[in-house]
């Protein structure tokens, strides 16, 4: 989906791009905080795809197997937030 160059992962800059892409637009988030917001999730898929890794090692990027890995251990119904701001919801009542 955003492997850009269809080598089968989504290295980090790919997946930068998309984050600061999406996060910008929203004009309240600076590029570098959406920057630092995909360092902190790469890191994270990391350290549940592959483990542990020594500070010299380098992460190369999401494969579909990472992916599939978190996949399977994420229970869905208690990990998503929905989070409306701005909202009015006086006139959903209605």
């Known amino acids: ?34 920057s630092a917001i995909a360092d902190a999730a790469m890191l994270e898929v990391a350290s549940i795809s592959v483990g542990p890794m020594t500070p010299d090692e380098v992460y190369e990027g999401i494969t579909f197997e990472h992916f599939l890995k978190i996949l399977n251990g994420l229970e869905i119904e208690t990990r998503m937030h929905i989070r409306f701001l701005n909202m009015d919801t006086t006139t959903l009542c209605k």
């Open 1 to 34: 989906m955003h492997d850009t160059d269809n080598d089968g992962t989504i290295t980090l800059e790919e997946y930068r791009h998309v984050v600061e892409e999406l996060l910008s637009k929203s004009g309240n988030i600076e590029m570098e905080t959406a």
